[in-house]
Nanobody, 122 residues
């Protein structure tokens, strides 16, 4: 069971990035997927999550209107489209999966992939 986040990079403030979370060894159909980020010296923060059943999306207030989470179960992939990026979005971004209700609480997630660095220059 593996998750792999990719798509990070260096971008100027106001720019966009699209992160992808690809699963291998299992299918994402029955899993809620969350995107989390951790900046140096800060706790891991739940950015967004999407439910397994009806695709309901949740966002932390600081990214509402700028980030969009989506999933394609046929491709076994979840994306995080990040627009109008801000310096404060700089962090390592992780995706995680768990069977159950979508939540932005990291402790509920069983499977984690290695992170991808997002750096926003001001």
């Amino acid at each position: 069971v593996q998750l792999q986040a990719s798509g990070g990079g260096l971008v100027q403030a106001g720019g966009s990035l699209r992160l992808s979370c690809a699963a291998s060894g299992f299918t994402l159909d029955d899993y809620a997927i969350g995107w989390f980020r951790q900046a140096p010296g800060k706790e891991r923060e739940g950015v967004s999550c999407i439910s397994s059943d009806d695709g309901t999306e949740y966002y932390v207030d600081s990214v509402k209107g700028r980030f969009t989470i989506s999933r394609d179960n046929a491709e076994n992939t979840v994306w995080l489209q990040m627009d109008d990026l801000e310096f404060e979005d700089t962090a390592v971004y992780y995706c995680a999966a768990q069977r159950g209700l979508a939540t932005r609480t990291p402790d509920w997630y069983n499977y984690w992939g290695p992170g991808t660095q997002v750096t926003v220059s001001s």
